[in-house]
């Protein structure tokens, strides 16, 4: 798990609820493990329950106070909105009731038939369902599902019945030898094989990148262990029937009440969706799945072996040295660069250890600085070589941000001498998106535009990271944490070319959700132009002089060629990220068409 430290932003540390989780979780989900925070809990099946809210990379968990057992509330796939709801519980008083922080979370759930689990209590005169092909007989064994039945009553019922499979370990504490005592269920896991030859940062996978697939999620028996063979392709048949009459899809709530002024719940839930989706529509990007080795089977035998913190520690460390040494090549800074930023998709661990070493981060801003505006300001033209290197940079360091918000030492290294670092990262991201070059329409300028176009879209993800790292400050007093979004705004306002660059972020924003394309938007294509709306939104709504300059030369664009439904159309309802996108989209439509005195009243609830 995360370790919390004093900043801020961050939650204090429970000793005994971590203590629980380490016991009863795999090692690898408890790693992910980002925060934990104890709210009343409001849904279907709990009425003002004080529980623990346990949040993770993939779901939220709920357990008692004090901890006994440990269940899914949602897992962020099925996620369609969390909001910040601006009202007083009556069920509180006081300060309680002055300082609560209501979250609503729409997710969605399977709407089961009233007859979904009365097949034991069938006539004799019902036949059984037809069976299975012999090769597929197996493959419906009883799932998780059953393990919320021995639950107490307040505990919320789980939502797909799968998302529960990486929870539920044989114990690790004496003092509960039986898992069953805990309300958990003991899972067979496979061995694990040792690595073929020594591992490197390309092998570090403690933590993979992306969701599994719901075929990983499900928890498959073996059937000589369990029952008989016959007896076995029985249930098999009478579970895929029941499944059929539980097709069904409606949407639930599930509402979170946390009684502090500081607390950090609804930041950390919108971090862990945003990260959520774009991870989950990144993976089914062919090449994205290569470039962190990520299987599309994921069967156990061909997982990469797992290797621990203290090595993952050791081989940061090599890595980092070889980075530091002086004189190194540009080549070989290339190569160390490539690795670090494989290495950091598939490991949030390594990325920890990225903000815990400060050198690191300040020679990447530094390398930066000098290779895409140090050569650059004297002869006025970019080369090929400044723009892969300064590309991969900034790919690096975006990819760095991920999942980390609740690290202590990002926070104290962004913050530290009022933000000089951050400052300095900002300014140098932004560039002027016109390519001056000696040779206009050559194949080399072909070459080099579009080079020019690969750093663009990463100096877009890199700020939109950062704009997440201001929505969490900008909670918080100025005193507290001053890295706010409209810090970042202007900040980067003072940069010669800021303008540009973000009217070139707006250009293919509009260009995409015009009719001029038809085609639909690939997995990046989608997740790039949800960062580029949250930047265009975050213009609107904290800056009214960056705002002015989006209204007057994108107004006609906005209000005549980008389309609510034309974006429909070009974002596949199978991403993730296309929702979101959708309601980006409509947030900034609207706000094209509102003086900047409304803009803040009308969104300040809704985040970014």
């Known amino acids: 798990m995360a370790r919390t430290g004093s900043g801020t932003l961050l939650c204090r540390r429970n000793i005994k609820l971590d203590s629980f989780l380490k016991r009863n979780t795999e090692r690898a989900v408890y790693e992910r493990i980002r925060t934990y925070e104890p709210c009343v809990v409001i849904s279907e099946t709990i009425n003002k329950v004080y529980m623990h809210v346990v949040l993770s990379d993939e779901c939220v968990y709920l357990t008692e106070y004090p901890p006994r057992t440990l269940?899914?509330?949602?897992?962020?796939?099925?996620?369609?909105?969390?909001?910040l709801v601006n009202d007083l519980p009556d069920f509180l008083s006081g300060?309680?009731?002055?300082?609560?922080?209501?979250?609503?979370?729409?997710?969605?759930?399977?709407?089961?038939?009233?007859?979904?689990?009365?097949?034991?209590?069938?006539?004799?005169?019902?036949?059984?369902?037809p069976a299975a092909p012999p090769s597929r007989r197996n493959s419906h064994s009883p799932t998780i599902i059953h393990t919320l039945e021995g639950y107490p009553a307040h505990m919320i019922q789980s939502e797909g019945g799968t998302d529960e499979?990486?929870?539920?370990?044989?114990?690790?504490?004496?003092?509960?030898?039986?898992?069953?005592?805990?309300?958990?269920?003991?899972?067979?896991?496979?061995?694990?094989?040792?690595?073929?030859?020594?591992?490197?940062?390309?092998?570090?996978?403690?933590?993979?990148?992306?969701s599994p697939s719901p075929s990983d999620q499900r928890l498959n028996i073996s059937e000589s262990a369990?029952?008989?063979?016959?007896?076995?392709?029985?249930?098999?048949?009478?579970?895929?029937?029941?499944?059929?009459?539980?097709?069904e899809e409606r949407e639930a709530e599930l509402h979170l009440y946390a009684v502090s002024r500081t607390s950090r719940l609804y930041l950390h839930l919108q971090s862990s969706w945003n990260s959520y989706i774009i991870r989950s529509t990144l993976s089914l990007d062919p090449l994205y799945r290569r470039r962190c080795s990520i299987l599309s089977d994921s069967t156990p035998d061909k997982r990469l072996p797992s290797i621990s913190l203290e090595r993952t520690a050791h081989l940061f460390g090599q890595l980092s040295a070889e980075l530091l040494q002086e004189e190194i090549s540009v080549e070989s800074l290339y190569m160390l660069l490539?690795?670090?930023?494989?290495?950091?998709?598939?490991?949030?661990?390594?990325?920890?250890?990225?903000?815990?070493?400060?050198?690191?981060c300040v020679f990447l801003v530094q390398t930066l600085e000098e290779s895409l505006h140090g050569c650059q300001s004297l002869s006025e033209v970019y080369t090929a070589d400044q723009l892969l290197l300064s590309t991969l940079i900034v790919q690096t360091l975006a990819v760095m941000f991920r999942e980390t918000e609740v690290e202590a030492a990002r926070h104290i290294l962004?913050?530290?001498?009022?933000?000089?670092?951050?400052?300095?990262?900002?300014?140098?991201?932004?560039?002027?998106?016109e390519l001056q070059t000696e040779n206009q329409?050559?194949?080399?300028?072909?070459?080099?535009?579009?080079?020019?176009?690969?750093?663009?879209?990463a100096a877009c993800s890199l700020l939109f990271e950062m704009l997440l790292v201001g929505q969490e400050a900008s909670r918080c007093s100025p005193a507290e944490n001053f890295v706010s979004v409209g810090w970042i705004l202007r900040v980067?306002?003072?940069?010669?070319?800021?303008?540009?660059?973000?009217?070139?972020?707006?250009?293919?924003?509009?260009?995409?959700?015009?009719?001029?394309?038809?085609?639909?938007?690939?997995?990046?294509?989608?997740?790039?132009?949800?960062?580029?709306?949250?930047?265009?939104?975050?213009?609107?709504?904290?800056?009214?002089?960056?705002?002015?300059?989006?209204?007057?030369?994108?107004?006609?664009?906005?209000?005549?060629?980008?389309?609510?439904?034309?974006?429909?159309?070009?974002?596949?309802?199978?991403?993730?990220?296309?929702?979101?996108?959708?309601?980006?989209?409509?947030?900034?439509?609207?706000?094209?068409?509102?003086?900047?005195?409304?803009?803040?009243?009308?969104?300040?609830?809704?985040?970014?």
Not at 338 to 360: I, K
Request: net charge positive; aromatic share 6%; with cysteine.
């Open 226 to 247: 369990q029952v008989p063979r016959r007896m076995g392709s029985v249930l098999s048949r009478l579970l895929r029937r029941d499944g059929a009459y539980s097709r």
């Open 71 to 83: 269940t899914t509330a949602f897992s962020f796939r099925r996620v369609r909105d969390i909001e």
């Open 95 to 129: 300060k309680d009731r002055e300082l609560c922080q209501h979250v609503r979370i729409t997710y969605l759930t399977e709407k089961r038939a009233a007859k979904g689990r009365d097949w034991l209590r069938r006539g004799k005169r019902e036949g059984l369902p």
């Open 338 to 360: 490539q690795e670090l930023r494989t290495a950091a998709h598939r490991n949030v661990a390594l990325r920890r250890l990225f903000w815990r070493s400060s050198e690191v």
């Open 414 to 433: 962004l913050s530290a001498k009022k933000g000089a670092l951050a400052s300095r990262m900002l300014l140098a991201l932004i560039c002027d998106p």
């Open 492 to 608: 980067i306002q003072t940069h010669p070319h800021l303008l540009d660059f973000l009217s070139y972020q707006a250009q293919h924003v509009v260009l995409v959700l015009s009719d001029l394309q038809e085609s639909f938007l690939s997995p990046a294509q989608s997740v790039l132009l949800f960062q580029r709306c949250r930047l265009l939104l975050a213009c609107l709504q904290y800056n009214s002089q960056l705002a002015q300059h989006l209204r007057s030369h994108f107004r006609e664009e906005f209000r005549y060629s980008v389309k609510l439904s034309c974006a429909g159309e070009k974002l596949p309802l199978q991403y993730p990220i296309s929702q979101p996108t959708l309601r980006l989209v409509e947030q900034i439509l609207t706000l094209h068409r509102l003086p900047h005195t409304n803009t803040r009243a009308l969104t300040s609830e809704k985040g970014l």
């Open 165 to 210: 499979v990486h929870l539920l370990p044989p114990t690790r504490s004496a003092s509960w030898p039986n898992p069953e005592s805990l309300g958990l269920l003991k899972v067979p896991h496979p061995p694990t094989q040792p690595p073929s030859k020594p591992p490197s940062l390309y092998s570090l996978s403690s933590s993979p990148s992306v």
């Open 441 to 457: 329409g050559s194949l080399a300028d072909c070459e080099l535009q579009a080079l020019l176009a690969d750093y663009l879209d």
